[in-house]
């Protein structure tokens, strides 16, 4: 019996051994591939990773400071040097996302390195990335992966938020109206033709508000109406309820940074664009 025991612990420590060899054989082999790739296309500026990826930084960016906590939206494009691979997201489809939740590993350990408005170049080995299996149709096996990232400034955000309504409203066949003082977008479904809405009013309304993807995050119905000074609501309905009267009707599309900015709130999450159904019930002057 301990003959046999000791057989299975025997051919148990050979399997390991055996892995942890295909292992380091795989990181020198993939990283001689690397160091070939970089030196036959006359590559400089790169630097080396403890963890093994290669990583250049092609523009520091000059916002803020990336940290693991940091939220994100970033482009990048993705090819391979030993692979049929070409993963892409641009900036009006980007990636969003804490920082230390994106994936590779490689693409949040440089951006942690860089700030906001970053252009990064990062090389990085199957073992690091998607390893054996990949990802996807997008991405085969043992792809050693050569990719371009752009990070997106704050200052980004209006145009970015702009892209994303326009998107919306041509996927949905919605006709609106862009203010273009302010960036926000509105359809007038009734004019209404009561008391005019003034800065100084005080509205009664009836509404629905959701986020982009359809998630209704708030609302307020007939039998339970809002009634509320124009002045303490957010800058998207000061700015788009005085295009109708009382009994109008108007839906609204408000980028985050006429809502609620980059700070959560309860169920919508942070700089998010906000979609309104609104119906003015009643507008005292």
Do not use: H
């Amino acid at each position: 019996m301990i003959k046999k025991y000791l057989g299975i612990m025997l051919l148990a420590l050979v399997l390991l051994n055996s892995c942890e060899k295909e292992t380091r054989d795989l990181k020198t082999i993939e990283d001689q591939e690397i160091q070939a790739f970089i030196k036959n296309n006359n590559l400089t500026g790169f630097s080396k990773d403890t963890s093994g990826f290669y990583y250049q930084v092609l523009s520091p960016g000059t916002g803020e400071q990336i940290k693991y906590s940091t939220s994100v939206i970033f482009s990048q494009k993705t090819t391979s040097i030993n692979e049929s691979v070409n993963f892409e997201n641009s900036i009006y489809t980007p990636i969003g996302n804490y920082v230390g939740y994106i994936t590779p590993i490689s693409w949040r350990q440089t951006m942690i390195r860089v700030n906001k408005g970053a252009v990064l170049r990062i090389l990085t080995p199957s073992y690091l990335a998607f390893g054996k299996d990949g990802s996807g149709s997008s991405i085969p096996g043992n792809a050693i992966l050569d990719t371009k990232i752009t990070v997106a400034n704050d200052a980004d955000r209006p145009a970015y938020e702009d892209n994303l309504i326009k998107d919306f409203l041509a996927t949905n066949k919605i006709t609106a109206t862009k203010d273009a003082a302010s960036g926000l977008y509105y359809q007038i479904i009734t004019p209404g033709t009561g008391n005019a809405v003034l800065s100084t009013s005080t509205i009664k309304a009836v509404y629905t508000g959701r986020l982009l993807t359809g998630a209704i995050f708030d609302q307020a119905t007939s039998a339970n109406p809002l009634t509320i000074a124009l002045s303490s609501v957010i800058q998207g309905w000061q700015i788009g309820l005085p295009f109708i009267k009382s009994g109008g009707k108007i839906r609204l599309f408000i980028p985050s940074r006429l809502a609620y900015g980059s700070s959560a709130q309860n169920s919508i999450p942070a700089n998010s664009i906000l979609d309104f159904d609104i119906e003015l019930v009643e507008v005292t002057n």
